[in-house]
């Protein structure tokens, strides 16, 4: 039998379609704390750590105790809204995850997300048993483009960089795996370019034997 080969999945607009709960959660945890925010504020921050996040938002008054307040607060909200409403996955993705699983492919998430967050999606979605690692916002220091959270994601299945595709929807996920020596599939669901191996509008656009191609460009 081989080295490990994995696939590491962004969760946020990658595996799911989250950003209007994301949005609610928010707006509603900052408005409780009487600062307003506006749907284009928080679209230009989707996808970045709380900490990043707050500290663009609320300037010097973004202490370590505010963040962690506001941010346990908020994500607090994000997982109820998946547990009461529910949340679907990408197009593509359920059969690319279990196609994967079945072919004997390790899979772990690679998120700016709590890991709470990501427990809770898999929960939700029932797919938890096709993934065997997780690196979440309190596995690194760095956000994107940073490559740590896919270095840390690789780590957590005992794969090689060179054994890893990473699947990505934004930019700076694709310049970290490309930093940490990965190959990368974009899904460019709004036609945003993507500086991936591999670009698609939609995961179930892609072709059968997609990952496995990726792979034997790095000669694995």
């Known amino acids: 039998m081989g080295a490990?080969?994995?696939?590491?999945?962004?969760?946020?607009?990658?595996l799911i379609d989250s950003e209007e709960y994301h949005w609610?959660?928010?707006?509603d945890t900052m408005a409780d704390r009487g600062s307003a925010i506006t749907r284009e504020q928080f679209r230009s921050s989707f996808g970045t750590?709380?900490?990043?996040?707050?500290?663009?938002?609320?300037?010097?008054?973004?202490?370590?105790q505010v963040i962690a307040g506001i941010g346990d607060e908020k994500e607090k909200r994000y997982r109820d809204l998946v547990r009461d409403d529910g949340i679907s996955l990408m197009p593509g993705v359920e059969r690319w995850v279990h196609g994967l699983h079945e072919q004997g492919w390790l899979q772990a998430i690679a998120s700016a997300a709590p890991r709470l967050n990501v427990e809770a999606i898999l929960d939700a979605l029932a797919i938890a048993d096709c993934f065997q690692g997780i690196?979440?916002?309190e596995d690194v220091k760095n956000g994107k483009p940073d490559p740590e959270v896919f270095l840390a994601?690789?780590?957590?299945?005992?794969?090689a960089p060179e054994r890893c595709i990473v699947v990505e929807d934004a930019a700076a996920g694709i310049e970290g795996a490309r930093r940490a020596g990965m190959r990368s599939i974009g899904v460019s669901h709004t036609g945003?370019?993507?500086?991936a191996d591999l670009v698609v509008a939609s995961l179930d656009l892609l072709d059968d034997n997609a990952?496995?191609?990726l792979l034997r460009r790095n000669g694995c």
């Not at 609610?24 to 707006?27: E, G």
């Not at 994601?153 to 794969?159: I, K, L």
């Open 4 to 14: 490990p080969r994995a696939v590491l999945w962004d969760m946020d607009g990658t």
């Open 24 to 27: 609610i959660a928010w707006r």
């Open 49 to 64: 750590r709380n900490d990043a996040i707050l500290t663009n938002w609320l300037g010097v008054e973004a202490t370590p």
């Open 135 to 137: 690196a979440s916002a």
């Open 153 to 159: 994601a690789a780590a957590s299945v005992g794969a």
């Open 192 to 195: 945003t370019l993507l500086n």
């Open 211 to 213: 990952f496995e191609s």
